[in-house]
């Protein structure tokens, strides 16, 4: 079983910056495929980012590609996700997630994680 804990959120103006960070702990990180999603009060949770195993790969949704960056250190356990010039419709909860598979592959469907942190709330303010 892989535990996850996330940090960084909080409440910022539009335009702002956040990062989040994830821990992980419990597995191997670097066996690890990542992402990111969010749940907006009364909507239902929705893929936000990815990135392989390895690294090397990554993927985003579209309302967020250009301002959002996700990354890993294997080495410290960690993911991050660095969110820059926020919108309020960015207002969310946020959660990491894991699950194994290949190096190469990034995994964007929710059913495809068995791992999931608490959640770290963002809100972006007008």
């Known amino acids: 079983q892989v535990q996850l804990v996330e940090s960084g959120g909080g409440l910022v103006q539009a335009g702002g910056s956040l990062r989040l960070s994830c821990a992980a702990s419990?597995?191997?990180?670097?066996?690890?495929?990542m992402g990111w999603f969010r749940q907006a009060p009364g909507k239902e949770r929705e893929f936000v980012s990815a990135?392989?195993?390895?690294?090397?790969?990554?993927s985003y949704v579209d309302s967020v590609k250009g301002r959002f960056t996700i990354s890993r250190d294997n080495a410290k356990n960690t993911l991050y996700l660095q969110m820059n010039s926020l919108r309020p419709e960015d207002t969310a909860v946020y959660y990491c997630?894991?699950?194994?598979?290949?190096?190469?592959?990034?995994?964007?469907?929710?059913?495809?994680?068995?791992?999931w942190g608490q959640g770290t709330q963002v809100t972006v303010s007008s």
């Open positions: 997630a894991a699950t194994g598979g290949p190096s190469f592959s990034t995994y964007t469907g929710d059913y495809e994680y068995d791992n």
């Open positions: 990135i392989s195993r390895g690294g090397l790969r990554s």
């Open positions: 419990g597995r191997t990180f670097s066996s690890l495929a």
